[in-house]
């Protein structure tokens, strides 16, 4: 084992104040007052405190020690990454929730625009969810009133939908062959919000007249 405390090296990995703790092992050698501290990690040996007294210099310096062994750094940080890691086992699991990690693993991307992307996790019979065109058309002329009644709602509604569709989150269908789904959708206003005046409210747990939603067909995962 060769301690190299005299010369530069490259470093390897930098770790937050984070992970401190859970890096620390048994034993710790203490020097004379004043001078540095070893400290046993996962890692090897590290030395820290101070190294010399009475320094007037605006310069800060900081010094590592790396212990050369027959350890790989790879192995290493696989070692330490596994005891980060949530112990959740398969067997813990129900039937559902091992659905929705499986799910979410399979459909799970990163879009052009850096946004994590997923699929909505259906895991019972899409055709449970019945007719829900009547019942959102009913809340759209219900909206539509209010639109009459206050012209800065009925602007600021239309900017919303017509920026939803730019960043491309919705597009015009017409009457499709298979199973389509009506979402209702409401505004809500907040003045004295400071930066969004009105949100649009997507209602996913709006029941159809066979007292199905679309949020009792999606599955639920477990909760971390």
Same mark, same amino acid.
């Given at each position: 084992? #060769? =301690?190299?405390? +005299?010369?530069?090296?490259?470093?390897?990995? =930098?770790?937050?104040?984070?992970?401190?703790? /859970?890096?620390?092992?048994?034993?710790?050698?203490?020097?004379? /007052?004043? $001078?540095?501290?070893? $400290?046993?990690?996962?890692?090897?040996?590290?030395?820290?405190?101070?190294?010399?007294?009475?320094?007037?210099?605006?310069?800060?310096?900081?010094?590592?020690?790396?212990?050369?062994?027959?350890?790989?750094?790879?192995?290493?940080?696989? $070692? %330490?990454?596994?005891?980060?890691?949530?112990?959740?086992?398969?067997?813990?699991?129900?039937?559902?929730?091992? %659905?929705?990690?499986?799910?979410?693993?399979?459909?799970? #991307?990163?879009?052009?625009?850096?946004?994590?992307?997923?699929?909505?996790?259906?895991?019972?019979?899409?055709?449970?969810?019945?007719?829900?065109?009547?019942?959102?058309?009913?809340?759209?002329? *219900?909206?539509?009133?209010?639109?009459?009644?206050?012209?800065?709602?009925?602007?600021? +509604?239309?900017?919303?939908?017509?920026?939803?569709?730019?960043?491309?989150?919705?597009?015009? /269908?017409?009457?499709?062959?298979?199973?389509? +789904?009506?979402?209702?959708?409401?505004?809500?206003?907040?003045?004295?919000?400071? *930066? /969004?005046?009105?949100?649009?409210?997507?209602?996913?747990?709006?029941?159809?007249?066979?007292?199905?939603?679309?949020?009792?067909?999606?599955? =639920?995962? #477990?909760?971390?």
């Amino acid at each position: 084992m #060769k =301690i190299s405390h +005299y010369r530069p090296s490259e470093c390897d990995v =930098i770790l937050g104040s984070e992970c401190f703790f /859970t890096i620390l092992r048994n034993g710790r050698i203490f020097g004379s /007052t004043g $001078q540095p501290i070893a $400290q046993s990690t996962m890692f090897g040996w590290v030395v820290a405190g101070r190294i010399r007294r009475n320094c007037n210099s605006s310069v800060m310096q900081s010094h590592l020690i790396r212990v050369e062994n027959d350890c790989n750094i790879d192995s290493i940080l696989q $070692q %330490f990454w596994k005891t980060e890691e949530l112990p959740v086992k398969k067997s813990s699991l129900s039937e559902e929730e091992e %659905f929705c990690e499986n799910y979410l693993k399979s459909t799970y #991307k990163i879009n052009h625009q850096g946004r994590s992307v997923v699929k909505l996790s259906i895991c019972r019979e899409i055709n449970q969810l019945g007719d829900t065109k009547g019942m959102d058309v009913s809340r759209l002329l *219900t909206m539509e009133n209010k639109f009459k009644l206050d012209s800065q709602l009925d602007r600021e +509604y239309k900017s919303f939908m017509k920026e939803y569709e730019e960043l491309g989150h919705m597009s015009p /269908t017409k009457e499709l062959d298979y199973v389509t +789904y009506f979402l209702p959708h409401h505004a809500v206003r907040r003045k004295d919000s400071i *930066t /969004t005046k009105l949100r649009v409210i997507f209602d996913g747990s709006c029941r159809s007249p066979n007292s199905n939603s679309l949020n009792s067909v999606l599955g =639920i995962g #477990k909760i971390l």
